[in-house]
C-alpha cells in the first residue's frame, strides 16, 4: 500500500535501476546533509492550541498574485527523463491537478513550451546559467512568452557535487554504462521498454541561441554541472533586464547573504542546501532558515527546502516564519512507484497532512502558524 513517502521511496527503489534510484535519491560527499535536513526536522516540535474552532481550516494561500492550494511547490530537479519520458510533464500536469506550483529545472528533458503547453498550472523557470550569457537569455524569453511567471536563479551550484553513488554506478558523460548496469536495465523490463524508441533523454531546454539544435559541448557541461562562475550579485541586475516578473534566489544558506539579496532588490529567497547534493558539510535547512528570516525582518517571502517529507514538516517551516516548502525527491519517488497518478498522491497527502496538522494545532489559516505553535526542540 502507498500511504506515504516511504512507501513511494522503497517501491521506487524496486521499480528503478539502481543506477537511477541512486541519482535521485543520493547526497553529496558522505550523505550527512540530506541526512541532518530530515534529523533536525525531526528535532522541531509542535504544540498545539486547544479549544479552536477549526471547523473550516484551509491550507491555501497566495504569492505574487497566484493562489496555491497548499504552501507546497515542485522543486526544480534536472535529468527527470531518467525515471520515464516525459517526466517533467507529467511532474507538472501532477502539479497543476494538485493545485501547487511546478518549477522547471534548466535541466529539465521536454522543451518549456510543451510543458507549458500541457500543463495550465502555475509554472515558474530555474535558471543555471552557463555557456554564453545568450543562452540563459533566450530560456527567458521563451518562458515569458509561454506563461512562467517567477524566476529562480539557483545560486550553489559553481561546481557540481560530489556524488560517490553515481561515480561508483559510473553515471558519467557521455553515459557508458558498465555490463553491471547493463543487466539492472535488462532486471527492470517496464523501465527500460518505455525508453524503446527514445533514446537517452536530452537537456531539450539549453540549445545555442543562433539555432535551435543541441550542442554537445553544453549538453556535457550541464550534465557534469560545469556552469558560469562568473555569476555574481553583479549579475543580477542583468537578470532583472531580461525578466520583469519576481526573481527569486534559490540556495541562500548565510543570513548576509539573505540581507544583500534584498539589498539588490529579489523577490525572494529559497533556503536550501540542494537536498544535500552540494557542499556536505553545510547546515540543515530548518537549522539555518531563523536567522535568514531574521536578517530579511518580513521583507520579501522565504521559502524553504530539504528534507520536507510530511505536511507536518511544512507546518514546522512555516511556524518558523517561512512562507512555502519545496519538495524535490518526494515527488520524484511518486513518479518512479506510480506514474503521474504518484505524484498526484505524493502532493495532495502534503496537504492532506498539513491541513489534518493544522486542525490538530488549531491553526485555522496558514498563516495562523506562528513561532508560539513551537514548542521545543530536543536533542
Ligand atoms: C535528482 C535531483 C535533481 C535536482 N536538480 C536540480 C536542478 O536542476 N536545479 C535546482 O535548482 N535544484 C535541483 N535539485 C535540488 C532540488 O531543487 C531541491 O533543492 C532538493 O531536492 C530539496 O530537497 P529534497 O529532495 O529533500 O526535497 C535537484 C534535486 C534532486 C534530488
Excluded at 497543476?96 to 495550465?120: D, H, K, M, W, Y
Excluded at 559541448?217 to 560545469?226: C, G, H, S, V, Y
Excluded at 524535490?328 to 519517488?333: A, F, H, I, K, S
Excluded at 488549531?362 to 536533542?379: E, K, M, P, Q, S
Amino acid at each position: 500500500m502507498l500511504l506515504n513517502f516511504n512507501d513511494y521511496r522503497c517501491r521506487a527503489r524496486r521499480r528503478l535501476p539502481r543506477i537511477v534510484f541512486d541519482f535521485i535519491d543520493g547526497g553529496a560527499d558522505a550523505q550527512e546533509c540530506m541526512l541532518h535536513n530530515t534529523q533536525d526536522l525531526s528535532r522541531v516540535m509542535l504544540l498545539p492550541h486547544c479549544l479552536h474552532d477549526v471547523t473550516s481550516v484551509d491550507t491555501t494561500m497566495t504569492l505574487f498574485g497566484q493562489t496555491w492550494k497548499s504552501p507546497v511547490a515542485v522543486a526544480p530537479t534536472g535529468f527527470n527523463g531518467l525515471l520515464r519520458p516525459g517526466a517533467d510533464v507529467m511532474l507538472a500536469r501532477a502539479a497543476a491537478a494538485a493545485g501547487v506550483p511546478f518549477i522547471l529545472s534548466t535541466a529539465s528533458n521536454v522543451r518549456l513550451e510543451q510543458v507549458a503547453s500541457e500543463c495550465s498550472g502555475v509554472k515558474w523557470l530555474q535558471l543555471y546559467v552557463m555557456g554564453s550569457r545568450q543562452i540563459a537569455e533566450g530560456m527567458m524569453r521563451r518562458a515569458r512568452q509561454c506563461g512562467y511567471t517567477v524566476l529562480v536563479l539557483t545560486v550553489d551550484v559553481a561546481t557540481g557535487g560530489n556524488r560517490e553513488r553515481d561515480t561508483r554506478n559510473g553515471m558519467t558523460t557521455p553515459f557508458r554504462p558498465s555490463l553491471r548496469t547493463l543487466l539492472d536495465f535488462g532486471r527492470h523490463p517496464s523501465w527500460a521498454l518505455r525508453f524503446v524508441g527514445e533514446g537517452t533523454p536530452k537537456f531539450a531546454n539549453v540549445v545555442a541561441p543562433d539555432d535551435a539544435s543541441q550542442s554537445p559541448e553544453l549538453t556535457a557541461a550541464l550534465a557534469n554541472r560545469q556552469l558560469d562562475r562568473s555569476v555574481a550579485w553583479e549579475s543580477l541586475a542583468w537578470l532583472r533586464k531580461h525578466w520583469e516578473g519576481p526573481i527569486l534566489i534559490k540556495g541562500v544558506l548565510h543570513p548576509k547573504d539573505a540581507k544583500r539579496a534584498l539589498e539588490a532588490g529579489v523577490n525572494g529567497i529559497i533556503v536550501s542546501n540542494h537536498g544535500g547534493r552540494q557542499l556536505d558539510v553545510v547546515p540543515s535547512t530548518i537549522s539555518a532558515l531563523p536567522a535568514v528570516l531574521d536578517a530579511v525582518g518580513g521583507a520579501i517571502p522565504v521559502l524553504v527546502d530539504g528534507g520536507f517529507r510530511r505536511g507536518g514538516d511544512v507546518a514546522k517551516a512555516l511556524a518558523l516564519g517561512a512562507k512555502a516548502v519545496l519538495v524535490g525527491r518526494p515527488v520524484l519517488w511518486g513518479l518512479a512507484a506510480a506514474g503521474e497518478p504518484g505524484v498526484r498522491a505524493v502532493l495532495d497527502t502534503f496537504t492532506t497532512e498539513l491541513h489534518r496538522a493544522m486542525t490538530l494545532l488549531g491553526a485555522i489559516r496558514v498563516d495562523d502558524l506562528r513561532d508560539d505553535h513551537v514548542a521545543i526542540t530536543r536533542n
